[in-house]
């Protein structure tokens, strides 16, 4: 199973790191890249045939600014395609509705704004329908983290 990670600029790298972070955790193989879908054009699609044919199953795209990379990938490849929206102009509100409002049939599923973790997360989900040991992990960490938290509420009381 592999999971790639694109984001639009060198810039957005540690925002997209968390993504990479949370795969480590779950010891999910990813390859991160930053490819520009306005500046490379050409690399970008190169770069997605490569990931169709060497087994890619998912791809977590961050962009801000125009925010086109997630959906030009989204067009390129049936991969499924998970959009971060970075902050820029505008906060990252103007990303959020960029990826969000994709025409019907080249859907790209959307998380929060700089929230990258959340899109591994998904990554992980989508994974977790083909690999029952990563669909274990997921629901071992939230059973970890309902008890975790449960705890804390309950040293405030």
């Known amino acids: 199973m592999k999971v790639a990670i694109i984001f639009g600029s ?8 968390k993504a990479a972070r949370c795969l480590e955790e779950f010891g ?17 699609g190169e770069k997605l045939k490569e990931f169709e044919h060497n087994g890619v199953e998912v791809i977590i795209a961050g962009a ?4 086109h990379l997630p959906g030009v990938v989204a067009s ?3 991969i499924p395609v998970v959009g971060v929206p970075l902050k820029g ?9 960029s990826i969000v409002q994709m025409p019907k049939d080249i859907p790209v599923a ?3 704004i700089n929230n990258a ?10 994974l977790g329908v083909k690999y029952p040991e990563i669909k274990e992990k997921v629901a071992k960490y939230r059973k970890e983290m309902v ?10 009381l």
């Open 10 to 17: 060198i810039s957005d790298k540690e925002v997209m790191a």
């Open 28 to 44: 999910v193989f990813y390859e991160a890249y930053a490819i520009s879908a306005h500046r490379l054009p050409e690399v970008l």
């Open 64 to 67: 801000g600014l125009a925010a």
């Open 76 to 78: 390129k490849t049936t």
């Open 89 to 97: 102009a505008l906060e990252g509100v103007d990303a959020l509705y």
């Open 110 to 112: 959307t998380v929060g």
């Open 117 to 126: 973790r959340n899109g591994a997360f998904l990554a992980l989900q989508i």
């Open 147 to 156: 008890a975790k938290l449960t705890e804390e509420i309950n040293q405030t």
